[in-house]
T-cell receptor, first 114, second 113 residues
Framework: GAVVSQHPSRVICKSGTSVKIECRSL??????MFWYRQFPKQSLMLMAT?????????EQGVEKDKFLINHASLTLSTLTVTSAHPEDSSFYIC??????????FGPGTRLTVL | LAKTTQPISMDSYEGQEVNITCSHN???????ITWYQQFPSQGPRFIIQ???TKVTNEVASLFIPADRKSSTLSLPRVSLSDTAVYYC??????????????FGGGTRLMVKP
């Protein structure tokens, strides 16, 4: 199947700093990518839809100024958590559709804000 | 998007067949049913997808009755490594690829020795 990578796999940062997470489709192009957040023992919650060449679409309750999304190319989307706080600590996962098959998920990024 | 309902958790033993049923009463005509598996601290992994009747691959089988209001994921002869959370998703289009996925609570499967 198609491969989606994320970098970094885990990051620890101080409160108030910004963190960038990259999502890459390694062997296919994706005009759309999705960003999810998952808290411990909970399901995945869709945060936003990343669109190549246009603005991201955010789900209700997700602050677009706090979670900046840039879909720079057909293989790369980035999520920047600005002015991170401890409540932003979570597992962030991206996904991308591959052709007529299905969506493939990245391995996730564990963010810990101290 | 159609809402799905699954058991919160299930226990099984190695070598047994496990069937996880998902209810999706409001499934639309063009909705497909997809199952994902997720291990702790990993992204979900695609297992199987179907529209109606039965689909089988090297990992699992998916049974969908004629009314499509439910579906059953069947895992043959589970092993300890099948311990994971299993999500049932329903989405529009010819496949779920281009559409955002809404995850329900999932079923936490625990396989015991």
């Amino acid at each position: 199947g198609a491969v989606v990578s994320q970098h970094p796999s885990r990051v620890i940062c101080k409160s108030g700093t910004s963190v960038k997470i990259e999502c890459r489709s390694l062997d296919f192009q994706a005009t759309t990518m999705f960003w999810y957040r998952q808290f411990p023992k909970q399901s995945l919650m869709l945060m936003a839809t990343s669109n190549e060449g246009s603005k991201a679409t955010y789900e209700q309750g997700v602050e677009k100024d706090k979670f900046l999304i840039n879909h720079a190319s057909l293989t790369l989307s980035t999520l920047t958590v600005t002015s991170a706080h401890p409540e932003d600590s979570s597992f962030y996962i991206c996904s991308a559709p591959s052709g007529a098959d299905t969506q493939y998920f990245g391995p996730g990024t564990r963010l810990t804000v101290l | 998007l159609a809402k799905t309902t699954q058991p919160i958790s299930m226990d099984s033993y190695e070598g047994q067949e496990v069937n996880i049923t998902c209810s999706h009463n409001n499934i639309a005509t063009n909705d497909y049913i997809t199952w994902y598996q997720q291990f702790p601290s990993q992204g979900p992994r695609f297992i199987i997808q179907g529209y109606k009747t039965k689909v089988t691959n090297e990992v699992a089988s998916l049974f969908i009755p004629a009314d499509r209001k439910s579906s059953t994921l069947s895992l043959p002869r589970v092993s300890l490594s099948d311990t994971a959370v299993y999500y049932c998703l329903v989405g529009p289009g010819t496949n779920n690829a281009g559409n955002m996925l809404t995850f329900g609570g999932g079923t936490r499967l625990m396989v015991k020795p």
